[in-house]
């Protein structure tokens, strides 16, 4: 199986670097517009699959889109991060007409590629990449929400002084720090509510760290995370090529589930060798079902702004 990763920066390289280390993929190819960026990581990460013992086969091109022919995945990416104080929303301009022309040329050399965008503004970046590609909605997925989720588990574990892998969790709606819906009455400890053990209080404040879990991150850094977005990217990736059938919450187009039409928004869906095979309805309450519909609210407005852009 082969994956194309566009974009060699921060969160693309980790991306490969998991799909590497972890041997999901039979071939990795890093592309990137910046003249021998792609080639070195792949050169680096090559050298160390020697000493990690991976089979993975991982190339690096500047702009050379044939190099990525009949990828079974294309990873977007590309595009401006998110410096301090600024939001995801503020990008949009910029990373649009990068996606666009990204879609057209990865297309080009893999018409039957199964599309993943992690560009930020995530939900809108998606939406456009339905749009330009044509593709059926299945075989394009934005990563936001499984992003969300593991900062939402971490912080619950934390609160919990437990492992993190004994914590479930989800993030549905916007991938933006006002627009996302931490799911607090359905997160568990070992299956249990977690309202069993944390205040209300404690909860409230683990849904507020987790809705501006990215913008803390980029102020300690200076620039946007890159280990977790792009080892979300990566499992993403896992559970298409290997069929694994996952629950993640995604970002996907909808037609009137969870109230909502002609929008990409995080809700949770099953995701296998046919890309997003399946969403599944959480059942919300009125309030949950509220939160979802400002968010909708909000992205779409981003999603206007698209129309006003001369991409
Ligand atoms: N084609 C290919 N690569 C491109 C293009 C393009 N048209 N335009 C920009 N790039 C490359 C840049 O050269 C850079 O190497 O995309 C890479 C982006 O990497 P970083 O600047 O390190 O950004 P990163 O932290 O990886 O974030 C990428 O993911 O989480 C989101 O908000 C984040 O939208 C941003 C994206």
Redesign the pocket.
């Known amino acids: 199986m082969k994956v194309t990763i ?9 991306c490969a670097d998991v799909l590497m280390y972890r041997q999901i993929a039979h071939e990795v190819v890093l ?4 003249e021998g ?2 080639e070195g990581k792949a050169l680096d990460m090559r050298q160390s699959a020697n000493i990690l013992g991976s089979a993975t086969r991982i190339t690096g091109v500047t ?1 050379d889109y044939s190099q990525t022919a009949n990828s079974d995945v294309v990873v977007i ?6 410096k301090p104080g600024m939001t ?1 929303e503020e ?1 949009i301009g910029i ?1 649009a ?3 666009k ?2 879609i057209k ?1 990865a297309l080009e050399y893999s018409p039957n590629a199964i599309i993943i965008v ?5 939900d809108t ?1 998606t939406y456009l990449a339905l749009k330009e590609s044509g593709l059926p909605k299945h075989r394009v997925i934005g990563m936001g929400g499984i ?1 969300d989720s593991a900062r939402f588990k971490s912080y619950l574990a934390a609160a919990l002084n437990c492992p993190q892998k004994d914590v479930e969790g989800v993030v549905i709606g916007g991938h933006g720090d006002t627009t996302m819906i931490p799911l607090t009455r359905f997160a568990t400890y070992l299956g249990v509510p977690v309202s069993q053990f944390l205040s209300q209080e404690q909860l409230k404040k683990i849904a507020d760290d987790t809705m501006v879990g ?1 913008a803390t991150l980029t102020k300690l850094i200076g ?4 280990y977790a ?2 080892a979300a990217g990566a499992v993403l990736v896992e559970s298409i090529l290997a069929d694994q059938k996952r629950l993640f919450a995604c970002c996907v187009a909808l037609d009137g589930e969870y109230g909502q039409k002609d929008i990409c928004l995080g809700v949770p869906v099953i995701v296998g060798k046919n890309g997003w095979e399946k969403i599944i309805d959480f059942q919300l309450n009125a309030e949950e079902q509220a939160l979802f519909n400002k968010s909708a609210e909000a992205v779409r407005n981003m999603n206007n702004l698209l129309a006003t852009l001369a991409l």
């Open positions: 566009v974009g060699a920066g921060n969160v693309g390289a980790t592309i990137d517009i910046k960026l792609a702009n990416t590309s595009g401006v991060p998110r995801r990008l990373n007409g990068i996606v022309s990204v040329q992690i560009s930020n503004p995530m970046m992003l990215g620039t946007s995370a890159w977005p792009g």
